[in-house]
């Protein structure tokens, strides 16, 4: 089997405990009388909003509310508008969103709003719709501490490639704004060579690596501003026998990324506070729904995950929330 076959057998079997987390999954029961029902809407369906849904369904289990979870089977635009639509339909009182697009939602969150659903965003914001809040990482700032994290491994010179799932999403925008302030800033000897778009999967993320080490065999650094970049880049450059010689590194906590940190292959991973994410998400809504004022913007933070702390920073991430030890 070759090594992509490999790959895309590896991201079937990880993904296949959220292949249930489609339209309408998490149903669970009749609400009580009363209670209300939010729900939580990723971009589509992928392991990293595993903790996001942990936090969200725990906080829902603190404050008596209902959860469900609702993803769209790709990181599409009509998709994600299909399920708010239903949503409307459902009556649900509150909608946590993580944005495939910007303007593209614009239309149907306005017609949530004037149904009286309330609607936040989480993890990638809406900044041009009217969501009543974003929670999530500051993601220019995030792309900022990868990218001197980064150019303090390369020495502050040599050649960079930076690796986008989608260049529309505002969120991975930001995170390359950042980047590219701190290489500018910090180490104007790096060239950065070039964007390129993955579409969030790790297939395309392979070969685009290969085209990457085929045109630059004096690449020096390989950059990620979304999930699927180190599972994706990782085992090429270990293949082609790069460790070392090529920095790999990226966004996100993925089990696979996490492998690749432990054996070598990637040096770090800028992790978000996605549990976080989920609990605050519960917490604003309630207050969304009680007429309460929310901050336009709520920053989670970040976390730079190397061998160094690999094993004791996830038990950081529910401190202060009241569910350490869950």
């Given at each position: 089997?070759?090594?992509k076959?490999?790959?895309?057998?590896?991201?079937?079997?990880?993904?296949?405990?959220?292949?249930?987390?489609?339209?309408?999954?998490?149903k669970?029961g009749?609400?009580?009388?009363?209670?209300?029902v939010?729900?939580?809407?990723?971009?589509?369906?992928?392991?990293?909003?595993?903790?996001?849904?942990?936090?969200?369904?725990?906080?829902?289990?603190?404050y008596?509310?209902?959860?469900?979870?609702v993803?769209?089977?790709?990181?599409?635009?009509?998709?994600?508008?299909?399920?708010?639509?239903?949503?409307?339909?459902?009556?649900?009182?509150?909608?946590?969103?993580?944005?495939?697009?910007?303007?593209?939602?614009?239309?149907?969150i306005?017609e949530?709003?004037?149904a009286?659903?309330?609607?936040?965003?989480?993890?990638?914001p809406?900044?041009?719709?009217?969501?009543l809040?974003?929670?999530g990482?500051?993601?220019?700032?995030?792309?900022?501490?990868?990218g001197?994290?980064?150019?303090?491994?390369m020495?502050?010179?040599?050649?960079?490639?930076?690796?986008?799932?989608?260049?529309?999403?505002?969120?991975?925008?930001?995170?390359?704004?950042?980047?590219?302030?701190?290489?500018?800033?910090?180490?104007?000897?790096?060239?950065?060579?070039?964007?390129?778009?993955?579409?969030?999967?790790?297939?395309?993320?392979?070969?685009?690596?290969?085209?990457l080490?085929?045109?630059?065999?004096?690449?020096?650094?390989?950059?990620?501003?979304?999930?699927?970049?180190?599972?994706?880049?990782?085992?090429?450059?270990?293949?082609?026998?790069?460790?070392?010689k090529?920095?790999?590194?990226?966004?996100?906590?993925?089990?696979?990324?996490l492998?690749?940190?432990?054996?070598?292959?990637?040096a770090?991973?800028?992790?978000?506070?996605?549990?976080?994410?989920?609990?605050?998400?519960?917490?604003?809504?309630?207050?969304?729904?009680?007429?309460?004022?929310?901050?336009?913007?709520?920053?989670?933070?970040?976390?730079?995950?190397?061998?160094?702390?690999?094993?004791?920073?996830?038990?950081?991430?529910?401190k202060?929330?009241?569910?350490?030890?869950?």
């Open positions: 089997m070759s090594l076959n490999l790959a895309a057998l590896a991201l079937t079997v990880l993904l296949s405990p959220a292949l249930g987390c489609g339209e309408g999954s998490d669970k009749p609400r009580t009388a009363g209670q209300k939010f729900v939580m809407v990723p971009k589509g369906v992928h392991p990293y909003y595993e903790p996001c849904r942990e936090g969200f369904q725990d906080a829902a289990k603190k008596g509310v209902k959860a469900d979870y993803a769209p089977p790709n990181f599409e635009l009509p998709q994600q508008v299909k399920t708010l639509e239903n949503l409307i339909a459902r009556k649900v009182d509150g909608i946590a969103l993580s944005a495939v697009d910007n303007e593209g939602l614009i239309s149907v306005d949530a709003t004037k009286g659903i309330r609607i936040i965003t989480f993890d990638a809406a900044p041009a719709t009217r969501a809040t974003y929670i990482t500051a993601n220019e700032q995030a792309g900022y501490v990868a001197k994290t980064m150019a303090e491994l020495g502050k010179k040599g050649k960079l490639a930076i690796l986008q799932g989608g260049l529309a999403a505002p969120n991975l925008n930001e995170r390359y704004e950042g980047v590219k302030r701190a290489i500018k800033e910090l180490a104007p000897e790096i060239e950065l060579l070039t964007r390129e778009d993955t579409k969030g999967k790790v297939n395309e993320t392979m070969n685009k690596t290969e085209s080490l085929q045109a630059h065999p004096d690449l020096k650094g390989i950059l990620g501003v979304s999930a699927e970049a180190c599972p994706g880049a990782a085992p090429v450059i270990k293949e082609q026998k790069k460790v070392g090529v920095f790999v590194a990226g966004f996100d906590d993925l089990p696979e990324t492998d690749y940190i432990r054996n070598g292959t990637v770090f991973c800028v992790t978000q506070e996605t549990y976080k994410m989920g609990w605050l998400s519960v917490e604003r809504l309630i207050e969304a729904c009680e007429g309460k004022p929310l901050p336009r913007t709520i920053d989670t933070s970040v976390i730079v995950v190397t061998t160094a702390n690999l094993d004791t920073y996830k038990q950081d991430m529910k202060g929330l009241g569910a350490a030890g869950k």
